[in-house]
């Protein structure tokens, strides 16, 4: 019986160094947590206003609590 040839497959290249990122592509720690921080501060807020009163602190908690609900709807709205 003939055997049929295996295909080896050729040892991809290694690179001895992890690639780097362009200066321009790399951001600084402030950048990377700079939104996610305005967003926890402005969740806060609506925490805080919910729990400390009525009338127009309510209003203040349902805004501030609906901002980070908005932009995770528009973040998965771009992405599909």
Known sequence: MNRPERIR??????????????????????QVFAA??????????GLVSALT???????VSWAALGVPVVIAIRAWSRRG
């Open 9 to 30: 497959a050729r040892p991809q290249e290694i690179p001895s160094q992890p690639r780097r990122l362009p200066r321009a592509a790399r951001k600084s720690l402030r």
């Open 36 to 45: 996610p921080a305005v967003i926890a501060v402005i969740s806060l807020i």
């Open 53 to 59: 009163g009525d009338g127009l602190r309510n209003i």
